[in-house]
């Protein structure tokens, strides 16, 4: 079992960066790979990043890639997303999920099967 807690969101203006913090707990937790997912207003959750339990290989979806970055620090068991140049399309709840192997997928299918915090809102103003 695995517990996760995100934090960091806010309101911030378009082009302003945010960092996004998610504590992991819970038996092996360093061993999980990590993602984050949102889920903006009136929309289904769409992938954002993934990184595999070492922190070496990560996965972004386009809309991000660039602009964000996902990291992890093991021995503290807590992952980052650095979100740089915000847009107003960014505007969702974050979450963290955390799950068993890695692969560099987005589909909700494949994080689905694993552990999902209760997020944290970002909403960036135009």
């Known amino acids: 079992q695995v517990q996760l807690v995100e934090s960091g969101g806010g309101l911030v203006q378009a082009g302003a960066s945010l960092r996004l913090s998610c504590a992991a707990s819970g038996r092996a937790a360093s061993d999980y790979a990590m993602g984050w997912f949102r889920q903006p207003p009136g929309k289904e959750r769409e992938f954002v990043a993934s990184?595999?339990?070492?922190?070496?290989?990560?996965y972004y979806a386009d809309s991000v890639k660039g602009r964000f970055i996902i990291s992890r620090d093991k021995g503290k068991n807590f992952v980052y997303l650095q979100m740089n140049s915000l847009k107003p399309e960014d505007t969702a709840v974050y979450y963290c999920?955390?799950?068993?192997?890695?692969?560099?997928?987005?589909?909700?299918?494949?994080w689905g099967q694993g552990y999902w915090g209760q997020g944290t809102q970002v909403t960036v103003s135009s």
């Open positions: 990184l595999n339990w070492s922190g070496r290989m990560t």
């Open positions: 999920a955390a799950r068993v192997g890695w692969s560099p997928t987005g589909e909700y299918d494949y």
